[in-house]
């Protein structure tokens, strides 16, 4: 199945996500990047998603704080990664931070969407092979 990121495409957040994104899309320090058009094609998928519960949260969506697997389209090298707020970001300790090119890309798609990634070196392409885990989800059904 191909998804590209389009604003036609809903993606699905939680509740709490959701709330904490647009705090952080509306706040001083990104809103000094707000020429970057990954973060507003991550502004307008916010305006369109599906909100929900973490108890309705399907386990295969990326959401803040999934262990999630990935790789570009035409590689066999998987990466796996979690995506965190800024404040946590390490990307060599795994932690791939929301305000990252990848990062904005991949929240509220499922395992198996293609998704593509405007990044420096031009457009690329992602595909999440699988989510590893999803504390929100976890512990809402726990």
Known sequence: MLRKKI???RIITTVNDHRRLKSLLSDGFTRALADKPYLN???DELENAEIVTPGDLPPDV???KSVVRIREVGSDEIETYQLVYPE???VAGGKLSILAPIGAAILGYRAGD?????VPRGATRIMII???SQPDRSAAVA
């Open 114 to 118: 293609i998704v593509e990634v405007r």
């Open 7 to 9: 604003v036609a495409n």
């Open 62 to 64: 990326v959401t803040m």
């Open 41 to 43: 094609d991550l502004r």
């Open 130 to 132: 699988e989510i590893d």
């Open 88 to 90: 946590e970001a390490d």
